[in-house]
């Protein structure tokens, strides 16, 4: 009787170790990350828009796919501002997300306008209006390769 007891004991202990996942076995790692942008600032004197590139961070993934995230800051005091950019990239991008890119408020907040992809996915446009408490947004996108893009609609780069 007592075998018996330390038989199943030890089938039932190696069934539970067979089910275990490690962590791991179907995540995708960032193996290398730049947060230095390098691309151009196109900004146009005429037309001041009170945004500026905040943040920006590209990854390389397991599976050596770039994704690179660009955070957007409005130095405004109003709830809501307008948001005209258009980002002309140096390589094709991979379509990501119901438009070909992923975009939203950071934090609480709301959009409401349009964006696409255009050019063989290597010009991006997003036109409208943000609502964000934080009054920060982002876009992201995928490539295969590490891409450099040419921003619009901008005035300039800084940090708040």
């Known amino acids: 009787m007592k075998s018996l007891f330390i038989a ?3 089938l039932s202990f190696l069934s539970l170790k067979a089910q ?3 962590d791991g076995d179907n995540d995708i790692k960032a193996e290398k990350t730049d947060s230095i942008f390098s691309g151009k600032i196109i900004i146009d004197k005429t037309k001041r828009t009170k945004l500026y590139l905040t ?3 590209q990854t390389l993934d397991s599976t050596g796919v ?3 995230t660009y955070t957007f800051g409005a130095k405004t ?3 809501s501002f307008d948001v005209n950019i ?3 990239f140096d390589g094709s991008i991979i379509p990501n997300g119901p438009i070909g890119f992923l975009y939203s408020p950071v934090g609480v907040g709301r959009y409401s306008g349009s964006g696409a992809l255009q050019n063989n996915n290597s010009y991006l446009y997003l036109q409208g209006q943000m609502t964000s408490a934080t009054h920060h947004f982002y876009i992201k996108i995928k ?3 590490k891409v450099q ?3 619009a609609g901008l005035d300039g780069q800084a940090i708040f």
């Open 8 to 10: 199943i004991f030890l």
């Open 20 to 22: 275990q996942k490690t």
């Open 55 to 57: 943040t920006f961070q």
């Open 66 to 68: 770039y994704t690179t």
């Open 77 to 79: 005091s109003r709830p």
């Open 86 to 88: 258009r980002m002309k």
């Open 143 to 145: 490539s295969n390769e």
């Open 149 to 151: 893009a040419a921003i």
